[in-house]
């Protein structure tokens, strides 16, 4: 079946400006992830949705970028007034379930890469 | 809080040598462990997994035994290959995810 599909694939944008860059998970997976992996960088935790809920926001690096999932499927994440180090490829990822157990393996989608000029 | 550390590269290997990335992780109870790679311009893909102790996780020619005794999960592979470049993540599920810092591997021919 189709994997997890990010739109755009590469964004460039100018300081200043505001990004939405959008998530689509797995058919039936319950569990959205969002990461930021930043040049020769390891991925750093942003959020996670388990449906349409977020329970843990503090991973966001400040309150310019916010996200939400509607429907237990598609997430968005956007990015006010973007600076350059917001610069980076952002992964999004989906597994069937939360926590350990079945179905707890993360699929990742290509990624997003933004370019804040 | 739970941590995974990995080899820091880039490691650089010809064709046909042997793999080892050494992965280290501190947890508390029982998380499962994985290995993740990311080929150029990809997102992560999962490569192998371990859910308990003295699994020994397979795929493509790579292992990973998981070691309760030493927190270990190292990644092995006896004879790389140049399609093996690629960037390796380690990383563990105990109720939530946590990556390594990647190792990047690059085989020449």
């Known amino acids: 079946g189709a994997g997890v599909s990010q739109s755009p694939s590469n964004k460039v944008t100018e300081k200043g400006k505001d990004v939405e860059l959008r998530c689509d998970p797995i058919?039936?997976?319950?569990?959205l992830y969002w990461y930021r992996q930043s040049l020769g960088q390891g991925l750093e935790f942003l959020i996670y949705f388990q449906g349409n809920s977020a329970p843990d926001k503090s991973g966001l690096p400040s309150d310019r970028f916010s996200a939400e999932r509607t429907g237990g499927s598609v997430s968005t994440l956007t990015i006010q007034r973007t600076q350059q180090e917001d610069s980076a490829v952002y992964l999004c990822a989906s597994s069937r379930v939360i926590g350990t157990g079945q179905g707890y393996e993360q699929y990742f989608g290509p990624g997003t890469r933004l370019t804040v000029t | 809080g739970d941590s995974v550390t990995q080899m820091e590269g880039p490691v650089t290997l010809s064709e046909e040598a042997f793999l080892t990335i050494n992965c280290t992780y501190t947890?508390?109870?029982?998380?499962?462990l994985f290995w993740y790679v990311q080929y150029p311009g990809e997102g992560l893909q999962l490569l192998l997994k371990?859910?308990?102790?003295?699994d020994k996780g397979s795929n493509k020619g790579f292992e990973a035994t998981y070691r309760k005794e030493t927190t270990s999960f190292h990644l092995e592979k006896g004879s790389v290959q140049v399609s093996d470049s690629a960037v390796y993540f380690c990383?563990?599920?105990?109720?939530?995810?946590?990556f390594g810092a990647g190792t990047r591997l690059t085989v020449k021919p």
């Open positions: 947890a508390t109870g029982y998380p499962s």
């Open positions: 058919s039936g997976h319950t569990a």
């Open positions: 371990a859910t308990k102790a003295d």
């Open positions: 990383a563990l599920n105990n109720n939530d995810m946590r």
